[in-house]
Every structure is written in C-alpha cells, then in structure tokens.
C-alpha cells in the first residue's frame, strides 16, 4: 500500500533460475498492493568479462568507451528480470539509467548522481506496471553521455531512486542477511544488528564494512530514505538503518558493531623541516592524486628541526602516493620514505558511545590483555579506529567482540565506567 | 575528400582480434581524407546467446524486453570497435541506435525507420572523430523504447545513414568477396559481378541471394546510396550495387546471375467451390497472417465445378497457413489439404532480358535436357524462376550457369534468338 524500491546484487540474479526466483519476490510484493520500482546490477561476473573483454582490445579504453560497454551488463539483467515477471502473469517494464532519468556529472567511471528525473517511471507506475531500472549507470547532463557511477554503485541508484519517487523504504538484497556485529567469517557468534542509525551505518562504511558504499548510505541519510539490508535468499528481516529517534538513544546498544579493514598502508615520510606549510604541502600534493589519507600522526623529533610525518590510505594508492612525493623530494626538502602495508585497523562504533563513558578503556584493555600493540589512533564522536599490525586484526576484532558483550546471548555490553573516553 | 558508411557484421567482429583488423581498415579510410561512419553488428554467436538467456527464462519474452536484451549485442561491440580505434591513435565515438538518431515504428522485433536525424553524428564528425553505431536497433517515435529492425538488418541501418548523411558511398563488408553469378558451394567456377543494378539486387534478394536483406537493398534504390558488397578478409574490390545508367543497358549483361531458394514450401487447397471470392479468401487468410505468397498455380478440373488452388510461402510459415485455412475449412468449403516442403525455386536475372528474347528457352531447354520438372513459373521483366524438386536445385543451377556461359572465362552468354520470352 505503498511505494517500495527494491534492488538486486549481481549474485541474487547470476542465471536464469535466480532471475525467476527474484521475479517471485518482486511480483509478491507488488500482490500485497505496492507500487515496486526494482534496481538491478549485472549477472553475476558478466561486469568482470566485460572489463577482460575491453583489455583484450586495448591496455586502456577510454571511459566514455568503457562505460558504454559495462552499461549492457545491468540492461541484460534488467530486461530478463522484465521477461520473468511477465513470465508468472504481471506487467514489468524494464529502463535504462538514462531512461530512468538518472542524470550525472560527466566523469566516466566514477560519475555522480545531480538529479532524478523519473517522469517515465512514474507513468510506468500509474499504469500498474512493475519498473524494472538498470542500476550503476545513468547519463551525463553535460554531454548526453551514457556513465556509470562506480563499482558496486547501483545501491546508489536504488536509494537516490527511492528519495526522487518518495517511496516508503529502500530494500537491498543481498548475499547476507544483513549488517553483523563483527564479520562472522572472524567471530562465528557474531549477531545480526537488527537497527542501524545512519551515521552508524556510515562510520561502519568508511572502517572496512563491505555490505553498503559510502555514498549510498550518504544519500539515504541527506534523503532520509529508510534501507533495509536482507537476504536475496530467505524471508528473515535484515538490517533496518534509518534516522535513529534522538529520544531513543539512551536505550540504543553502546556499541553497534565492530569492523574491520585489511587494505590499509602506511607512509612515513622522514627528517620533513619542521617549517610552516611543509606538512600541508605533502597533503596536498596526495589530494591532487585523488587519493584519500586515513590517519595522521607527526613526531616530533627531540630537540631536533625535523619531524617524520606518517599517514595511513588505502593501499591500493601507496604506489601512487609514494611516486608523487617522490617527485617533490627537494621541494618539501625531506630525507627518505619508507612504508608498512601489513597494517590494518579495527574499529568499534556505536551511537550510545556518545552518553556511555569507558568505551575506549574497555578497548583498549581488551587489546593489552591479548598482547596487541596499538599503532595509531582515530576516533570520532561514535566510532573509535586502531592501527595495528594487519597479523593481529582477527585477534583484535575477537576480543573486541567478547569485551562488549556481543558473544553472549542478552547482548549487554560489559563497559568500565568512570574515566570517560 | 568524402563521407563514407562502412558496415561490419558479426563474423567480421568475433573476438578482440577480428575488432582490432576492422579498427586498422576504418582507420586507414579515415586517414585517406574521408569522414568515416561505421556500422556495425553484434559478436559472432552473441545474438543467439542473448536469445538463448530469454528463453531459459520465458519462452514467450514480451517483444520490447527483448529488444532491450539483444540490442546490448551490438552496443557491446560498438564501444568495443572505438577503443580499438583509440588504441591506434584515432578518435572514435560510439553511439546506440537511439542516440544516433534512427527513428522507428514501435513494432518490436521488426520496426521499420521512419527517420534518420543524424545531430549528434554530424556533431562528431565535425570534430574530425570517427563515429560508430550500434547496427540493428533504434528508437521508437511513438512510446519512445528500443526497438529491433529484424536480423541482419544493421545492413539497413547502414544504408538509411548513409542516405541521411548525404555519404558518397556505403560499403557493407562480409565474409565473401561479393556477389556471385551462382553460389561457389554448388557452382565452384562461379564468377564475381563487379556491377549489377539495385533493381537486379532487389530480384535476387527476393529470389533467396542471402548477401544483402531485401529492405536494405530498397533502401539504397530509393535514397540512390550506390553499395560496395565486399570482404573485410582482403582489399579486393566486391561488387557494386548502383543505378546503372539507362544508356548503358544495351551493353550490360544478359543475365547477370542465377538465385535459388531452398526454403520454399508449397500447399495445394483441392475441391475449391469454383465460386467468386473463394480463392481470394484463401489469400486473405493467408495475408491476416502476414505471411507472404510467392507463386500460385489455379487448376479448374475438367467438367467439374471445384478447383485445386496450388502456392508456394516460406516454409517456416507452411504450419502456421495450414493451421488458419484448416480452421475456416467450412467457411470455403474444400475438401483437403496437401503440402510439398522438398520443393525450391531456381531464379535467372539480369536486366539484359528486357532487350534480348530467348533468354527463356535457354533457361527452360537446358533444364529439359537435364531431365528436370517443372512444376511452376513465375517472372517479372528481368526475372524468371522455376519451382522444381529440391533433389533438382542443385543441378538446375548448374546447368543454367553452363547455359548462360558463365562457365567461360570470356563471360558470353548463348542465348538463343527468334521466338522471345
């Protein structure tokens, strides 16, 4: 009795068989009276093959090129998924990105989402029509050119979808059946969160939870679209984020969840003089690369006038990073570089971290008593971040698990009050 | 120097090797000074494969569904063929059918163009890039969805652009050197034609030549786009399909080649009411169908007051006539229906046979002499075709190809004079 966004990963749609069972969940749905506006990504590795096929012509294809190739993955998946549904007897239509009215910014590869326009999705919809909509692409308004919005981005398209059409909830299906305290491949009793805030959600996204990007969940929180996470493959509730009432937050869980992030490197840059705007000249030339640093910490060296700067990227950048900063070796006038990608970070978030002090002794605690040596140090206002070595990250995501209660079944964080944060 | 519409089909674009040759000829017509639009189609086996997917999901996919499965094949390649280009140093654009303007009825699976407004194209070119279009596919005027032009029409697309865009010339580029005066696989000595007229093509076309689709080749007749058949596996020139000059008529070939068509079937309505109307309501039925009649043969038994009615149809639409006649049976009131499907039909055509007699008793005696039946005939003012067994195709054209002296390297025809047509 409402209107429903519902978006499908590539692995609930990888062949004919999944497609069908997906057209049954989307036709139930639109039974129990809901208007249903589906997003879908490509089948299973077809983006992948695409990608290979593209280097088997060329070393490096041009992105307007690249993206008017991947773009036919998700219009295969979407028009099948069309063909199913009108298979068992109701009406889908399927549309393109551009179709849809999905209108970006014009950088292939990695456009934005401007704007919505879904006039032919609501006309579909009026019409009693299931809308079936290719997601990761859209059009660029500048050059009328087809785009596509980044890996893994068609949970982008589905919430920006959900915001323009006013739907009720944005559902994602997924191959897990939601958002976990810890990643059960590391903590076997890790629980299913049943609700997230999105600022939560967000802190999850940015410390290494693979489930939603970051610009998804930044787009349902400036459109206050509730998402549920859940399962392609059964009928159980998932994970709700939504705009946690302030009221509530006494009574919300301390600490949410735990995650974690393999992929993260380390460059000190060494004997930097200590000088006005030396520091800021070294960042500056990283963000010129488009490349995001993490963590920073700056020694000062006793008694001398140089200082070791040492941040923390991903380190798929590190080449990069390193390549650029070597150039301006003699203009920062530093002595050498050196870098650790055997690091890794842990992080426990948590609304409640706001009124509840000791969730930092509590940490940290468990971390000394497992022998565990904390590199670096980040916090937010509900999220505190450690840097330690990449060998010891299950261990810490472990006994972070058991020090907030997460193993047991009451679920009640064990927190050392007093010395606050 | 000029503008010229090069297509490429599926064979000349199989896998990442064959793109990259199609890229170096594109490129070197671009670089002798032409404007270069190509045409092209999908990879090798991708079509069927598309189709092959609908089918596991439904075995009636909705027509605009499909259409929007299968013209990812031909966007696949196109993005495809402009990194290949871009590889190589020049600037390619892909576009769909629908961005490079080809406008059509909404008859999904077999729309026809109705419009070419080539903006974005002209756009392009005048930036010097050379531009690709998806074959195969445009946009419908009415609903404004994706629409197929039937297999193997990006032959069409290729000829609706080149007349669009005012291009000297199109080159439609296969794999066999061109047009031949038999098929090589029955008659190996058969010979390429260099020239012959659309109104030949047209007949050839129609007679079972599979080289170009017939609506491609009225197409070229009505917009005057002079067609260069040719291979893409050598540089050799193929043959020219043009407006041959009124003057010239005299000098040109009796008979330019022999078509034959094996996928002729033929139904025979016996004890027909020799009444007004019946026979005419037989054709109607048949038309309702939209299939397509080629020969008809009314035989009024002697004395009587019934007639047999014979014609032949594709006979991939034999079962679908015999079906809608046998339902309106009593309605006209014959007796029984019988089919021939080990029947096919042996064509001569050449525009030469408007000005020299006798080009039907050679056909005809040398088909005597071979001891080969008749059994119906049809012609038009450069065409006569002959049904005959099946078991008879391969022979006929073999004795007709002797008989018009193709065999020979000189090319003379013996035609016999006096008695006429």
Known sequence: MGRVVQKFGGSSVADAESI????????????????????????????DELLDLAHQVTPNPPGRELDMLLTAGERMSAALLAMAINDIGAQARSYTGSQAGVITTSKHGDARIIDITPGRIEKSLEKGFIVIVAGFQGVSQDTKDVTTLGRGASDTTAVAL??????QYCEIYTDVDGVFTADPRIVPQARQIP???????????ASGTKILHLRCVEYARRELVPVHVRSSFSD???????????????????ISGIAHDRSEAKITVASVPDTVGKAARIFSIIAEKDINIDMVVQNVAVGGNTTAISF???DADRPKAMEALEAAKEEIGFSHMTFDDAIGKVSVIGVGMRTHPGVTATFFDALAEAGINILMISTSE??????????????????????FGFDSDTGEAVVYGGTGR
């Open 20 to 47: 069908k069972r997906v057209a049954r969940r989307v036709v139930a749905t639109h039974k129990a009276g809901n208007d249903v506006v589906v997003v879908i990504s490509a089948m299973g590795d077809t983006t």
């Open 162 to 167: 959900a915001g323009a059409l006013g739907a």
């Open 195 to 205: 609700t997230l805030s999105y600022e939560e959600m967000l802190e999850m996204a």
């Open 236 to 254: 159980k509730p998932g994970t709700w984020i939504s705009a946690l009432d302030e009221g509530n937050s006494m009574e919300a869980a301390i």
């Open 312 to 314: 923390t990227l991903p």
């Open 382 to 403: 509900i999220r505190i971040s450690v840097v330690i070595a990449e060998k010891d990250i299950d261990q810490a995501v472990r006994v972070a698990h058991t020090a």
